[in-house]
């Protein structure tokens, strides 16, 4: 298994730019996430999905859109990139137990994308 | 509302020394995760531990235990005899619960502990 993989690793935006990061892996977790992490604050929860087609808000999703269309796949898009975005982003997935056993309950994330806003 | 406070910012210790990094969470959910992960220099997230809210028995690998207060609402970390490689980033973690899971996808993080190792 790659587990959790993220393209590109770094990447450098002027203002008003839009990309897309990627992130895919071959676990077949049910829940993905994506994170930001700035200096002295940890890491805080952008946006998340519990499955395909599925999709919710975190803490700090303003400037960001993301969809679902696949178990493995979870684009974040950057509409219009603002310095403000300048951060790290890691994306991460995992399955809650069930009844059966399987299931993990540990979020495994990326390598990460260092995201520079000029 | 969720929080995780880590309320040491850095700690410097000598090669061989014990070192023990806080964390206090807050939460109403009666189910939930702990975790502590690990971001070393080269700035990858790796999984050191889970501990469900109802198991509060500590636990110990190798060089680390974790100890699990429920009373006081903390999930210490402790390394004993420090080495240069445990020179990293500590982040102590709280999953959000909901009605028959502990495990909703969400993490919410503390600010994290920077941890250096002195030969």
């Known amino acids: 298994n790659a587990g959790v993989t993220q393209t590109p690793k770094f990447q450098v935006l002027k203002t008003g730019q839009s990309m897309t990061l990627q992130c895919a892996q071959d676990m077949n977790h049910e829940y993905m996430s994506w994170y930001r992490q700035d200096p002295g604050m940890g890491l805080r929860l952008i946006h998340y999905?519990?499955?395909?087609?599925?999709?919710d808000q975190g803490e700090v999703p303003n400037g960001y859109n993301v969809s679902r269309s696949t178990t493995e796949d979870f684009p974040l898009r950057l509409l219009s990139a603002a310095p403000s975005q300048t951060s790290v982003y890691f994306c991460?997935?995992?399955?809650?137990?069930?009844?059966?056993?399987?299931?993990?309950?540990?979020?495994?994330f990326g390598p990460g994308t260092r995201l520079t806003v000029l | 509302a969720q929080k995780v406070t880590q309320a040491q910012t850095e700690i410097s210790v000598v090669e061989k020394e014990d070192v023990t990094l806080d964390c206090v969470y807050e939460t109403r959910d009666t189910t939930y995760y702990l975790f502590w992960y690990k971001q070393p220099p080269s700035g990858e997230l790796v999984f050191l531990i889970r501990r469900n809210s109802f198991d509060e028995q500590n636990e110990i690998s190798g060089r680390y235990s974790w100890n699990f207060q429920k009373s006081t609402s903390s999930f210490n970390f402790t390394i004993t005899a420090s080495q240069v490689v445990d020179s990293a980033v500590y982040f102590c973690a709280l999953s959000e619960g909901r009605v028959g899971s502990s495990n909703t996808g969400k993490l919410i993080f503390g600010q994290g502990t920077t941890l250096q190792v002195k030969p």
């Open positions: 991460a997935s995992t399955t809650p137990s069930r009844s059966s056993g399987r299931g993990t309950d540990t979020q495994y």
């Open positions: 999905s519990v499955g395909a087609g599925i999709t």
